[in-house]
T-cell receptor, first 118, second 111 residues
Framework: GAVVSQHPSWVICKSGTSVKIECRSLDFQATTMFWYRQFPKQSLMLMATSNEGSKATYEQGVEKDKFLINHASLTLSTLTVTSAHPEDSSFYIC??????????????FGSGTQLSVL | GQNIDQPTEMTATEGAIVQINCTYQTSGFNGLFWYQQHAGEAPTFLSYNVLDGLEEKGRFSSFLSRSKGYSYLLLKELQMKDSASYLCAVRDKDSSYKLIFGSGTRLLVRP
């Protein structure tokens, strides 16, 4: 399958700081990427849809000023958690769509970022 | 609204067969996915159903009934490594590949 690289794998930060998470499609161009968060023993909750060259579309209840998404190129989307607080501690996962893939497996996930805010 | 239901946890024995059910009520439907996820890792693709019926892929099979809003994932010849969470996800009706995930089912395979 296609490769999606997500960095960092884990990050610990102080309350009030901002954290940037990168999601890169390594061997395909991704016009659309998705950002999810996942709490322990729970499923993935879609936060936003990131479209290359345009503003992200946020799901209901997700603060766009809190979670800044930038999709500046066809292979890179970033999620910045601004002024992080302990309640933002979670597992964040990105996924990227390979629209040129002929199989049904068109969505590929990054390895996730575990964010811990102290 | 969007509602996708799965059992929270299941336990099965190595070598046995287990069926994980998923029911959905969504505003749109353009296919259903099953993913496997080990703790702290990214989900990995297992299957995709868009038409009614059974899709078989080695030890794993997935079934869909659109009229009933129902799907199941069937795992045969269970192995210890199959212990993981299994996520059912419905693709939204547009073409963006936006997926709405169910709560996930944690499967424990015992010797």
């Amino acid at each position: 399958g296609a490769v999606v690289s997500q960095h960092p794998s884990w990050v610990i930060c102080k309350s009030g700081t901002s954290v940037k998470i990168e999601c890169r499609s390594l061997d395909f161009q991704a016009t659309t990427m998705f950002w999810y968060r996942q709490f322990p023993k729970q499923s993935l909750m879609l936060m936003a849809t990131s479209n290359e060259g345009s503003k992200a579309t946020y799901e209901q209840g997700v603060e766009k000023d809190k979670f800044l998404i930038n999709h500046a190129s066809l292979t890179l989307s970033t999620l910045t958690v601004t002024s992080a607080h302990p309640e933002d501690s979670s597992f964040y996962i990105c996924s990227a769509r390979d629209r040129n893939r002929a199989t049904n497996e068109k969505l590929f996930f990054g390895s996730g970022t575990q964010l811990s805010v102290l | 609204g969007q509602n996708i239901d799965q059992p929270t946890e299941m336990t099965a024995t190595e070598g046995a067969i287990v069926q994980i059910n998923c029911t959905y009520q969504t505003s749109g439907f353009n296919g259903l996915f099953w993913y496997q996820q080990h703790a702290g890792e990214a989900p990995t693709f297992l299957s995709y159903n868009v038409l009614d019926g059974l899709e078989e892929k080695g030890r794993f099979s997935s079934f869909l009934s659109r009229s009933k809003g129902y799907s199941y994932l069937l795992l045969k010849e269970l192995q210890m490594k199959d212990s993981a969470s299994y996520l059912c996800a419905v693709r939204d009706k547009d073409s963006s590949y936006k997926l709405i995930f169910g709560s996930g089912t944690r499967l424990l395979v015992r010797p």
